[in-house]
């Protein structure tokens, strides 16, 4: 029954954050200067053209038509039409979601395998006062430097000197998948940068935290060697605040996303918003940011599950949230 | 943590430009470095001894976003021009040198100077097999004629279109238009198949169907165009290569990237200082093909309490500006000071001769101080594209010599296009932009009439005088250099549009992999005009 209600509790508050990012999101894309048809008419337009294009869009309605016909054609499953490709944009969202979710889930593999396996090793090989400085350093540019910069730098390198690596352009994984990897592999790298540093960091300071509890220095004094601790004491006790950042890191991955195409080239969903916002193609941005909101929201009660199965003490059936 | 990867971030940004904006002596080239043609009028020509086929790849930084579609008629951006002229064809088409040359007319006679008789070369089918007929010639111009297109005044007073048998087609003019042959070789007087469009078996504004060397074969907007040759193609032996690919890739740095690892093999570059980037790179050439497009800059003098409402505040800007320094400065020796007859056209003005031209700062000055503005400040409003920001930079230096003090807003396209066009009155006082200069010197001349333009009405207040020496520019009647001279001056002295320079295109190929055909000089902003000669050395 608890659990029920939990779910009810989160379907409503995921319902009221969607439709508080729909208001959000209808309100910016008209807030921004510049509208669709200067945009996309050009200089040569009369202003009778403008008006109707205004018309054949509903662009000349009050906004809270506009919104409300929206809202109701979505709630429906229906994202609207590019007002430039005039193509259905749940399709076009579809066919570059595969992009997209190779790209983040690519990013999310190295912050793991390489973040998780760094931030142990620095928390157990920590001695007080000694040492840290290079990992402190790295993980430091990691975080600071933007994905345009690094990506830029990059695409500079690579195209010199490719090594086999591609960049500015994109095969499919089911046409070619070796080619796919290669042209993929170097904007996953640069996406997963900030996360592997964030990752290390975070599992390097839960592993300490763990390190320091009674029953770690129970089994240090038992004589258990100290990777047989790691594995059975200090991995699952650490492992909380390291998921839920994960769960965290993939949402945050999204918005990178959107950097990494675009400098990378990859026709993603990413670049299909950039170049939305670009030319003020309404439909598309709103429901590009309506999908990366629900990735959000899914992501989180994702993490919430998992993080009760790992620590009932947090778990929903316990009556916390975390 | 956000703070500090801006502060990184901009720093790394600003390093990168810095060492790609100076050739390390800080030293602006003094003059424009003479293009390398390798025969008359071109940069390149393909080796036609080099087996055809193979797959040719692209890569462009536009794809066509009108939301007219593809409607060739309706097309007014040369990147929508570049790509429908793949699967279109017009009459008439432009040569090397700008002389009008046949295309889907093998000939043309005008027997008075208001008519013009065009011979249709034979065996010219559309790509869905059906032969091109008179009636289709006939139907594609009385449909431009009565469209709403940008392209419809630029015909000229066309009085009637009629067949002249089954396989000629007259045009009449209600008197005689010196640029009407120029204006017919521009992808929106593309034959259209009539037919099929009349009984609306085909909507032009989402499908290509022409006659011309490729046809499509996938498009996914903003990503790629894929084109298959057209087999039933009338030019024997063309098009060379089997299969076209035109990547669209926004980012420069990503285009260079794809040249440089043999992803494409032929890319359009939008910076200056990219051509010095790949410099080093092997087999990757890189040229500078001269266009007739020209920056230009907009003094609004219709907004409420307009600064340059008096004319003499304008003709100080105009005086006070240095063309040459913001062709070799902000373009890299690369574009051609211009008046509004665009440079390198044939017939077109000499810009040195202009009336402005031949003054110095003080005269600025002292027209400002007679105007009451010696205090004049005033902000600039440009889109964030290079090397738009580099030459808004160059007038800012320039305008302060006269003691006027420029404001920089850059904005991004959209928010520009808003602010230009957005309203009547607009509200901006000034706007930095470019027009396409076409293939006649009288054609682009006309946008500085806002009543035959109209984009530019809500911050033009139309000259009587001026539209009238453009007109008689352009009538066909009469000394045509002297009418031309005449209406560059005018439109100098009026200087509520200020042409400033050419706007040249630069183009990298890997030559390695690909034999080009490339014009000199290119009148409507059609880097793949020549792209079924374009051999395929070898293939990704």
């Not at chain 1, 048809?37 to 202003?47: I, N, S």
């Not at chain 1, 540019?141 to 345009?148: A, K, M, N, T």
């Not at chain 1, 940068?193 to 390097?204: E, P």
């Not at chain 2, 402005?356 to 010696?374: E, H, I, W």
Request: overall charge neutral; hydrophobic content about 50%.
């Amino acid at each position: 029954m608890r659990l029920l209600m939990w779910w009810c509790g989160r379907a409503l508050s995921s319902a009221v954050t969607l439709l508080g990012v729909s208001v959000l999101i209808f309100a910016a894309v008209r807030l921004m200067p510049g509208g669709f048809a200067e945009t996309v008419l050009g200089p040569f337009a009369t202003a009778a053209q403008r008006a109707e294009l205004a018309t054949r869009y509903g662009l000349d309605q009050p906004v809270f038509v506009q919104y409300g016909h929206w809202l109701a054609a979505v709630a429906g499953g229906d994202l609207g039409v590019s007002m430039i490709s005039r193509a259905p944009v749940g399709g076009e969202l579809l066919a570059r979601l595969p992009v997209t979710a190779e790209l983040t889930l690519l990013a999310v593999a190295v912050s793991v395998l390489a973040g998780v396996p760094l931030g142990v090793l620095t928390a157990v090989r920590a001695r007080p006062g000694g040492g840290g400085a290079a990992g402190r350093l790295l993980s430091g540019l990691g975080v600071s430097v933007p994905e345009f910069v690094l990506g830029s730098l990059v695409v500079f390198v690579f195209s010199r000197y490719a090594l086999g690596l591609e960049v500015g352009r994109w095969v499919p994984f089911g046409a070619d998948p070796a080619a796919n990897l290669a042209t993929i592999i170097l904007p996953a790298a640069v996406l997963s940068v900030f996360s592997v540093s964030v990752t290390a960091r975070t599992t390097r300071d839960a592993v300490m935290n763990v390190l320091v509890e009674p029953y770690v220095t129970a089994a240090v004094g038992r004589g258990e060697p100290p990777w047989a601790i790691v594995r059975h004491h200090v991995l699952r006790n650490a492992a909380t605040p390291v998921v839920t950042l994960v769960g965290t890191t993939i949402a945050y991955l999204l918005g990178g996303a959107l950097i990494v195409e675009h400098v990378f080239n990859l026709p993603g969903v990413g670049s299909y918003v950039v170049q939305a916002v670009g030319r003020r193609d309404y439909a598309v941005v709103q429901a590009g940011v309506l999908l990366a909101a629900g990735v959000f929201i899914v992501m989180n009660v994702l993490i919430d599950l998992l993080v009760g199965v790992l620590d009932p003490r947090l778990g929903v059936t316990a009556g916390r949230r975390a | 943590m956000r703070p500090i990867r801006l502060a990184c971030g901009v720093t790394a940004a600003l390093l990168a430009a810095a060492c790609a904006a100076t050739d390390g002596t800080g030293a602006a080239p003094a003059s424009p470095a003479a293009q390398e043609t390798v025969a008359p009028g071109y940069l390149a020509l393909a080796d036609d001894k080099l087996p055809a086929g193979g797959a040719l790849n692209v890569s462009v930084h536009i794809d066509s976003g009108a939301a007219t579609g593809y409607d060739p008629q309706l097309a007014d951006v040369a990147s929508t021009w570049q790509l429908l002229s793949l699967s279109y064809e017009t009459l008439v088409t432009i040569g090397p040198d700008f002389s009008v040359q046949p295309l889907l007319a093998e000939k043309w006679e005008t027997p008075s100077p208001t008519e013009y008789v065009f011979h249709l070369r034979p065996g010219v089918t559309f790509s869905n097999g059906r032969a091109m007929t008179a009636d289709d010639v006939v139907g594609s111009l009385k449909r431009l004629l009565a469209s709403k297109s940008v392209w419809r005044g630029q015909l000229g007073p066309v009085e009637s279109v009629t067949k002249d048998g089954d396989t000629a087609v007259k045009v009449t003019l209600a008197q005689p238009y010196a640029p009407f042959l120029a204006a017919l070789a521009n992808v929106p007087a593309a034959v259209l198949p009539m037919k099929e469009i009349g009984d609306k078996s085909l909507d032009p504004a989402t499908t290509l169907l022409g006659t011309g060397p490729y046809v499509v074969q996938d498009h996914r907007q903003d990503v790629s165009w894929t084109f298959r040759r057209n087999d039933r193609y009338w030019a024997e032996g063309k098009p060379a290569a089997d299969t076209l690919t035109v990547t669209i890739a926004p980012e420069e740095a990503a285009r260079i990237a794809a040249l440089q690892n043999g992803g494409t093999a032929l890319a359009t570059l939008g910076n200056v200082d990219s051509g010095s980037m790949l410099a080093g790179a092997e087999d990757v050439k890189v040229v500078t093909q001269a266009t007739t497009d020209f920056y230009y800059l907009m003094l609004n003098t219709r907004a409420a309490g307009s600064k340059f409402a008096d004319p003499r505040v304008r003709q100080a800007v105009a005086i006070a500006l240095d063309q040459r320094q913001i062709a070799d400065v902000a373009l890299g020796g690369k574009g051609r000071p211009t008046a509004i007859t665009p440079a390198g056209l044939p017939g077109a003005c000499d810009p040195a001769a202009l009336p402005s031209a031949g003054r110095t700062v003080d005269d600025a000055r002292k027209l400002l101080a007679d105007a009451g503005a010696q205090n004049l400040s005033f902000t600039l409003s440009i889109f964030n594209t290079e090397p738009a920001p580099a030459v808004a930079q160059v007038i800012q230096q320039n305008l302060q010599q006269a003691g006027i003090t420029v404001t920089i807003e850059q904005l991004d396209e959209a928010s520009w296009s808003g602010k230009v066009y957005g309203k009547a009155p607009a509200d901006f006082d000034a706007a930095l932009s470019w027009f396409a200069g076409y293939a006649d010197p009288g054609m682009v001349a006309k946008w500085w009439n806002p009543e035959t333009a109209g984009f530019n009405a809500g911050f033009m207040r139309p000259d009587k005088e001026l539209n009238a020496l453009i007109d008689a520019a352009n009538s066909g009647t009469g000394n045509r250099a002297q009418a031309l001279t005449a209406a560059c001056a005018k439109a100098d002295t009026d200087a509520q549009m200020i042409p400033l320079v050419t706007r040249p295109a630069t183009v990298a190929y890997r030559a390695d992999a690909l034999s080009p055909s490339l014009y000199a000089t290119e009148g409507y902003g059609n880097v793949l005009r020549l792209v079924a000669d374009a051999r395929v050395k070898k293939s990704r």
